[in-house]
């Protein structure tokens, strides 16, 4: 049974620090959260002039995973927990917060020297009450560690997280989430399946596709309603996507700043610990 399209979202400008703007599908002034879905970002493409200087300078998260899938350029990761890795094109690296820290993410300094192509999506999962309070850690893998699923000829699309065709990415988390990031040429179609039941996203990050009889472009975000299971994507111009699956969490949201935690007490917490140096510091 196909899956309806419950909205169709245009991602728009949003700037997170004075230096950086994303484009931000997820929340929306039409559709909130699909849970653990919290929050999506891209960045670019745009091409880095040789010599830059631009990162995101340290800050708290606290209560789930910030997801970063790196579509070109070279990014690092650094936070005050111990942890630090580097992520090229293809790549993805899972930070969870847990009980919280401070981080710093941004092209690499070599990338910044010689300047490049820099795209990437961040997404934000949500994390069960239960291990919202668990010790931070952090994971990464390169492109080569990413299997390819539903292969044929004019279709790069990778598994980043989850298990599909047998295979499974070296991804582990509290939220089981099936992700799915890559490129399909014009004119190929591609069959996608989410659980009924399960929240299930498609972002275009690239070109124009048509899903289940419905066009979108790039930026626009669909939403699914959670009955059916059938996704096909058609692509209408070489497009790229990254499709979202995986089992809901029935819990209670407050999202706000960087933390997202069950209640807006939980929330006002995190912001009085940051305030009073309960986070630690991090120079980078």
């Not at 995973?65 to 990761?77: K, N, R």
């Amino acid at each position: 049974m196909k899956k309806n399209i419950a909205h169709v979202l245009t991602g728009r400008a949003k700037q997170i620090t004075p230096e950086e703007t994303v484009i931000q599908p997820l929340p929306h002034k039409d559709f909130r959260f699909a849970n653990p879905f919290i929050v999506i970002h891209h960045i670019g493409p745009e091409t880095i002039a040789a010599g830059s200087a631009m990162r995101i300078h340290p800050h708290p998260h606290r209560g789930f995973s910030p997801v970063t899938f790196m579509i070109s350029g070279e990014g690092y990761h650094m936070d005050n927990a111990g942890h630090s890795g580097t992520i090229t094109d293809g790549g993805i690296q899972w930070m969870f917060a847990g009980k919280g820290l401070l981080h710093s993410e941004g092209p690499t300094k070599a990338m910044l020297e010689r300047g490049g192509n820099w795209e990437l999506i961040q997404i934000w999962l949500n994390v069960p009450k239960a291990h919202k309070w668990d010790e931070p850690y952090y994971q990464a893998a390169t492109a080569e560690q990413l299997p390819f699923v539903l292969e044929q000829e004019g279709v790069q699309l990778r598994l980043a997280s989850g298990e599909l065709e047998g295979k499974r990415s070296p991804m582990k988390s509290f939220t089981p989430v099936t992700a799915i990031v890559g490129t399909i040429a014009a004119g190929k179609t591609v069959q996608l399946t989410a659980k009924p039941g399960d929240p299930a996203l498609l972002y275009v990050f690239r070109g124009e596709v048509n899903v289940n009889g419905t066009p979108a472009a790039m930026h626009q975000l669909y939403v699914f309603d959670t009955a059916g299971d059938e996704i096909a994507v058609t692509a209408s111009t070489d497009a790229g996507i990254l499709f979202l699956t995986g089992e809901p969490i029935n819990e209670p949201i407050a999202a706000k700043d960087n933390f997202v935690m069950n209640t807006a007490e939980e929330v006002e917490q995190a912001l009085e610990d940051y305030k009073n140096g309960v986070f630690g510091t991090l120079q980078y």
